[in-house]
């Protein structure tokens, strides 16, 4: 199965992902054994915590892409951007990367932000001619608390990511529940596994894939983790 990862820390050498190379090798493999195909590589950009200069992230990044060629891997540029109020000048000025080149980028949010911050930051980019894929929703308190939340940010053109091991119960029972909820009422875009590593953040986009083919229906897991990323690549979707 040709599944696209589209959240993904294994670029070494940059953020909490993985460290060195072969750290990125360890990870690119687990991912060729769950069935993808393509992946983007979306470093974490957090002011005061992960702020790697983007000469590093993309000398690291063409490394990483020689191995993952190598395994029958398409790797594509990216950022987790975590929300902060000059995020509009970052992307314009190309300080920060868009998803594989595209107008859409991955919004992160602390777990405990406001309703209204997630709301006016997503205005922000989409005012600006940027489509926020909002990261992991189901850890946000305030999403989790009223759903509206996440309605309301659909409503408004933004994409929702939610994360594979939340999805197959790695990441707790509420946060399984609350994920199956969002995919009954049709809120969700994409699903990215969030890896860090091949410990506890491991690769999970396969079981993820088996455990939605069983539940939903192959086809809405072939929507899900195939052809609607797919299309966030190859199309440079922007409606
Ligand atoms: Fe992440």
């Given at each position: 199965m040709p599944i696209t990862d589209?959240?993904?820390?294994?670029?070494?050498?940059?953020?909490?992902?993985?460290?060195t190379l072969d750290d990125s090798i360890a990870i690119l493999k687990a991912e060729k054994a769950d069935g993808v195909t393509r992946i983007i590589a979306s470093s974490h950009y957090r002011r005061n915590m992960f702020e790697p200069k983007l000469e590093t992230y993309l000398n690291n990044f063409e490394l990483v892409k020689q191995e993952a060629e190598k395994l029958g891997i398409e790797l594509y540029t990216g950022c987790e951007y975590h929300a902060n109020l000059d995020m509009v000048d970052g992307l314009r000025s190309k300080r920060h990367l868009t998803m594989a080149n595209t107008n859409c980028v991955l919004a992160e949010f602390a777990n405990g932000s406001e309703k209204s911050f997630i709301k006016e930051r997503c205005y922000a980019l989409l005012s600006n001619g940027y489509k926020p894929i909002?990261?992991?929703?189901?850890?946000y308190q305030a999403a989790r608390k009223d759903i509206n939340l996440v309605r309301q940010l659909v409503d408004m053109g933004c994409y929702v990511q939610i994360n594979s091991q939340s999805v197959i119960g790695e990441d707790g029972f509420l946060a399984k529940q609350y994920c199956k909820k969002l995919i009954n009422e049709d809120l969700v875009h994409f699903v990215g596994s969030?890896?860090?590593?091949?410990?506890?953040?491991?690769?999970?986009m396969g079981k993820c894939m088996e455990y939605l083919s069983n539940k939903y229906g192959e086809d809405y897991a072939e929507w899900l983790m195939i052809n609607n990323p797919q299309e966030l690549i190859f199309n440079r979707r922007k409606g």
């Amino acid at each position: 199965m040709p599944i696209t990862d589209i959240h993904t820390h294994l670029v070494f050498g940059v953020d909490d992902g993985a460290r060195t190379l072969d750290d990125s090798i360890a990870i690119l493999k687990a991912e060729k054994a769950d069935g993808v195909t393509r992946i983007i590589a979306s470093s974490h950009y957090r002011r005061n915590m992960f702020e790697p200069k983007l000469e590093t992230y993309l000398n690291n990044f063409e490394l990483v892409k020689q191995e993952a060629e190598k395994l029958g891997i398409e790797l594509y540029t990216g950022c987790e951007y975590h929300a902060n109020l000059d995020m509009v000048d970052g992307l314009r000025s190309k300080r920060h990367l868009t998803m594989a080149n595209t107008n859409c980028v991955l919004a992160e949010f602390a777990n405990g932000s406001e309703k209204s911050f997630i709301k006016e930051r997503c205005y922000a980019l989409l005012s600006n001619g940027y489509k926020p894929i909002v990261a992991h929703i189901e850890r946000y308190q305030a999403a989790r608390k009223d759903i509206n939340l996440v309605r309301q940010l659909v409503d408004m053109g933004c994409y929702v990511q939610i994360n594979s091991q939340s999805v197959i119960g790695e990441d707790g029972f509420l946060a399984k529940q609350y994920c199956k909820k969002l995919i009954n009422e049709d809120l969700v875009h994409f699903v990215g596994s969030d890896t860090h590593d091949v410990a506890s953040r491991h690769p999970t986009m396969g079981k993820c894939m088996e455990y939605l083919s069983n539940k939903y229906g192959e086809d809405y897991a072939e929507w899900l983790m195939i052809n609607n990323p797919q299309e966030l690549i190859f199309n440079r979707r922007k409606g």
